[in-house]
């Protein structure tokens, strides 16, 4: 059986489908013909029945008996029959199973042990059939009925008697049997026609299957994204939504390669510039080494400070990239419940050391926020080293944390109109900014960590000059106090 079973689960799935269909198909037609074959076979008997019934009830009963009761007692010698029992055979028998044949039979027919019982209750009013055989073997419709007890000579009762009667059951066994085989044959047909009609159906069916394997063969071995399976507007079937699907994922993946390249090759443009300055001032002090020309102290110290913060954009650059690169399964295991004032209050004191000559006030009420400690803390930096950034020299920078809103306000030149739908593109910088330390990532990086914590965030002109940065995030259940921590540690 595990082993058809297995065969089974190894076949195609038109060929599954169709042995389906046609074993659904089979058992239903084997239902309703074996139930017909079984409604017809009664419907014969009862016929049998009520002809072999017909003229032995009713008030002829004692004409029956005496009639009975004669050719009993002339059991011996031959006795025509009146009329009033039909039948092929005819014979009364005893309720000790004595049997006269009566009238005109054409045979005795074998006594069984519920006939002798039926005679022995001699109740009238009842009548038993079966299936019998003569003594000859072949099979009859059998019908006894009793009729009472007989009276001796002497006027006492005498033995039960009843009549039993019966047919030759060969012509309705013929008719049993024709209708056997045409429901067999039809039976037949019809599973055959059904398995056909359930291949049809499956290869119909599953012709967009056929379809969506060939795509997805052709992607895999040609890695072209851009492949679709057309698919009807109307159409909402499983295999519908199958395709819909496929064509949803190559999509993604096809965006996917397409910011994966325009990310390799923005890293890689941004990366050319300070390793070419990095090169270029290691070659002047390594030229200056070789050539025994020694460099004057203070371009000695420029070139070494340049170096230096050649090093640092360098680093920075990497950080950055390597926070784009996390996946989201990554992030998604560090997530927990936060203090957002802790972590802006970590990141003002970062701020604060870049930009000592500038005045930073915050007013920070408590709004715990479901995040990453680290990613939303870098994201609080990069807004708050933006502020730094463009800040002039000794101006303010106000921030303030009110119910999951954060506003972090600067005074600087804020950013032209037609620059502020790009400024969280990747490594996007304004015009103006170009000269400024910087990989273009930082607000990026803002953008996706916020978008990850369910917030939104925007810039926008202030009143009175400068930019204004908005964070909303949603808040989050207050964790209990021992999973409380600082935000950062």
Known sequence: MNRLLHRFRTLPIRARLSLLVAAAVAFAVAAVSVTCWFIVQGKLYEQLDNDLQRGTSGPQQMRQ?????????????TTQGTGLFRGNYT??????????????????????QADKDVIEKADRSKVYFRNGTDEDGNEVRVMTRPLGATETIAGEEGPKIGIVVAVPLSSTQSTLNDLALILLLVSGVGVIGAGAAGLAVARAGLRP???????????????????????????EDEVARLSRSFNSMTTSLANSRELQQQLIADAGHELRTPLTSLRTNIELL??????????????RKALLASVKAQMTELASLIGDLQELARSEGQRGERVQV?????????????????????????????????????????????????????????????????????????HGPGIPAEELPHVFDRFWRSPSARALPGSGLGLSIVARTVEQAGGDVTLAHAEGGGTVATVRLPGAPTPPPDNQSPAGE
């Not at 008996?65 to 010698?77: D, G, I």
């Not at 009364?92 to 004595?98: A, Q, W």
């Not at 730094?388 to 020299?393: I, L, Q, T």
């Open 65 to 77: 008996l005496q009639e009975a009761q004669v050719a009993l007692n002339n059991c011996s010698k």
């Open 91 to 112: 014979q009364v028998v005893t309720e000790s199973g004595k049997v006269c044949v009566f009238g005109d039979s054409t045979g005795t027919i074998k006594v069984a």
């Open 209 to 235: 299957v056929d379809k969506l394997t060939e795509a997805v063969e052709q992607v895999a071995r040609t890695e072209d994204l851009s492949i679709r399976i057309p698919v009807e507007d109307d159409s």
């Open 286 to 299: 390594t030229r200056s080494e070789e050539t025994g020309r020694p460099i004057p102290e203070a371009d």
């Open 338 to 410: 936060i203090a957002l004032e802790d972590t802006v209050e970590s990141a003002l004191r970062r701020a604060r050391l870049r930009g000592p000559e500038l005045t930073i006030t915050a007013d920070l009420q408590p709004w715990y926020v479901r995040a990453e400690p680290s990613a939303l803390e870098r994201a609080m930096v990069n807004i708050l080293d933006n502020a730094v950034k463009f800040s002039p020299e000794g101006g303010t920078i106000e921030v303030q944390l009110n119910q999951g809103v954060l506003t972090v306000r600067d």
